[in-house]
Nanobody, 118 residues
């Protein structure tokens, strides 16, 4: 059973940076695209990025990267804004649907909290 564990969240001031990590329990995840989603309080879960695609609000600020030797995918977040505050989740895209559709993903991490203060 594939398991994902996120880390790297925390409290940061606006303009700061964080790097989130998502470690997979098996090497099989390397054959799939990995996505990042986020959910702010009182809001629906929102797609953030997959592969080289990013939602408009984070383009130019966030970057996905992968280290296949460590079975880990990263989300580098720069120039953070208070509106980036949310719980961030990584997920494995196993279905052929749209990359921005959470229904295209089967395995999810537990989430890591990112809080950006103004």
């Amino acid at each position: 059973q594939l398991q994902l564990v996120e880390s790297g969240g925390g409290l940061v001031q606006a303009g700061g940076s964080l790097r989130l990590s998502c470690a997979a329990s098996t090497r099989t995840f390397s054959t799939y695209n990995m996505g990042w989603f986020r959910q702010a309080p009182g809001k629906e879960r929102e797609w953030v990025a997959t592969s080289t695609y990013y939602t408009d609000s984070v383009k130019g600020r966030f970057t996905i990267s992968r280290d296949h030797t460590k079975n880990t995918v990263y989300l580098q977040m720069n120039s953070l804004k208070p509106e980036d505050t949310a719980v961030y989740y990584c997920a494995v895209k196993t279905r052929s649907g749209s990359f921005y559709d959470s229904g295209s993903y089967d395995y999810w991490g537990q989430g890591t909290q990112v809080t950006v203060s103004s």
